[in-house]
């Protein structure tokens, strides 16, 4: 029994040393980037609850951005990984210029939203019902906030097309230094920008957005350089300009199967932002511990997040090249060893996640609800690893429509209303609330178990 258990979920030395390869520079990014923007939180957050309020609520809007960015290549980089896999270059270059049409619609649609309606946008998070903060405040810096992020936003989103590219081909140490470098700036140019140290101006709020926009482009840059001037490492990238055209068998390809996946991302991105809502209308002093509570948990998140993307690009590559069982075989490795080491990270959270919230320099009702946030997310941390390495497998697959109703439509369907109905019209504290919304994700679990095992996602997707 014991010997069965190894062979199907333990992998050998060699198995690790590749999955280790492509998922710890991935992780490094994303840990920096995070433990930044948990610094940038710390840094806001000494100036008051309103500004942070308002910087959260408008980076909760950007999430939205990023992720819809994130599904448009995503969608095109399942191919992408499996052209790869093939050894089709010229298949992959297609998909490279199907996400950046993908991107430029997504940019411009997301200036027009934010230049015309952030008031508007920041309003639906901001509720008078609490006992602490003033909203009119929190919307005004909130609106500065947002006018100077925007700038950002066309450099994020060459940078992330790059960046999943370059991911298709297994190389993910460039993307871990342009982003380290990015995040070296963003920091130091917060502390100056925010408190005017030295020669630099005291700018608050608009001081973290133009670090952060800054940041951006350098870390564009960076991936832009590398990229044009390593074409070997990039064979895709060779005449991906010359010319705009691609075969219309590929773009419809790309187009049924990616579309799917670019909804979920953008679907399941409102969702989430919508549980925040939900939950903001019990005043502005959860609007300010969800922040601080999200933005210490994603710290933790990014291992399960990250060893998920790695299975895309593993089993993706695997699938591609025609070797099926082996994606099988791979995929239930993977799989318990994101729920196995987000298990152990779940009781270091439990244990320790609480502290950080004693950082932020606010009131210590802000912190003690942020404190019990982090535990209730703590606890659910296994069954959300399994899901999301659940979520990769099927769309490794091409299986986009049923990724979309296992995600985007369940939160929909299920999390939104469980929090809007606990929220608005029960008297359970919103600590509950919290607790019975996240509970939702061992349904979830339960789904993606049977998915998974039936098989219905090994396939070969670029098969002449």
């Known amino acids: 029994m014991l010997a069965k258990f190894k062979h199907k979920f333990i992998g050998d030395k060699a198995f690790y040393q590749r999955v280790i390869y492509i998922v710890i520079p991935m992780i490094v990014q994303n840990a920096i980037t995070s433990f930044v923007n948990f610094l940038d939180n710390i840094i806001v957050g000494q100036i008051g609850t309103e500004q942070m309020t308002g910087v959260a609520i408008v980076n909760q809007l950007i999430f939205v951005f990023n992720l819809c960015i994130f599904g448009a290549v995503s969608g095109a980089g399942i191919f992408g990984t499996q052209y790869f896999g093939k050894g089709d270059y010229e298949g992959q270059k297609y998909a490279f210029r199907y996400k950046l049409y993908s991107g430029i619609i997504i940019i411009a649609l997301a200036l027009y939203l934010f230049t015309n309606h952030d008031a508007a946008l920041i309003s639906l998070y901001l509720n008078d019902t609490g006992s602490v903060g003033d909203i009119s405040l929190a919307l005004d810096y909130g609106r500065q906030y947002l006018a100077i992020m925007i700038f950002g936003l066309p450099a994020f989103a060459i940078s992330q097309i790059y960046?999943?590219?370059?991911?298709?081909?297994?190389?993910?140490?460039?993307?871990?230094?342009?982003?380290?470098?990015?995040?070296?700036?963003?920091?130091?140019?917060?502390?100056?920008?925010?408190?005017?140290?030295?020669?630099?101006?005291?700018?608050?709020?608009r001081g973290a957005a133009l670090a952060t926009v800054v940041a951006r482009f350098v870390e564009c840059a960076i991936i832009l350089t590398w990229t044009h001037t390593h074409k070997k490492s990039n064979p895709y990238i060779v005449g991906a300009y010359k010319g705009f055209g691609m075969p219309k068998k590929v773009f419809k390809d790309i187009f049924i199967k990616g579309t799917p996946l670019m909804l979920n991302e953008v679907l399941w991105a409102c969702g989430t932002t919508t549980l925040v809502q939900c939950y903001a209308v019990r005043g502005l002093e959860v609007v300010a511990a969800q922040n601080i509570s999200s933005t210490i948990t994603n710290l933790f998140n990014i291992v399960y997040m990250q060893i998920g993307a790695s299975i895309a690009i593993v089993v993706g590559q695997l699938l591609g090249a025609g070797k099926l069982e082996e994606a099988k075989d791979a995929d239930n490795k993977m799989i318990f060893f994101c729920v196995s080491a987000c298990a152990v990270l779940s009781v270091v959270m439990i244990a320790f996640g609480s502290m950080f919230p004693a950082i932020y320099n606010t009131e210590p009702q802000i912190r003690e609800l942020a404190s019990t946030f982090i535990r209730i997310a703590a606890f659910f941390m296994p069954?959300?690893?399994f899901c999301h390495a659940t979520y990769f497998t099927l769309r490794s697959g091409g299986k986009t429509v049923i990724t979309f109703i296992f995600d985007s439509v369940y939160v929909w369907s299920v999390m939104v209303p469980t929090a809007y109905f606990l929220a608005n019209h029960s008297s359970l504290p919103i600590e509950g609330v919290f607790f019975c919304v996240q509970a939702t994700e061992v349904i979830k679990v339960v789904i993606g178990f049977l998915m998974v095992r039936s098989g219905i996602w090994v396939q070969n997707i670029v098969k002449e």
Do not use: H, Q
């Open 383 to 385: 069954f959300c690893a």
């Open 163 to 205: 960046i999943n590219s370059i991911r298709e081909t297994g190389k993910t140490l460039i993307p871990m230094l342009s982003g380290a470098a990015a995040v070296l700036v963003n920091l130091v140019l917060d502390y100056c920008l925010i408190f005017g140290i030295a020669f630099f101006p005291e700018l608050g709020v």
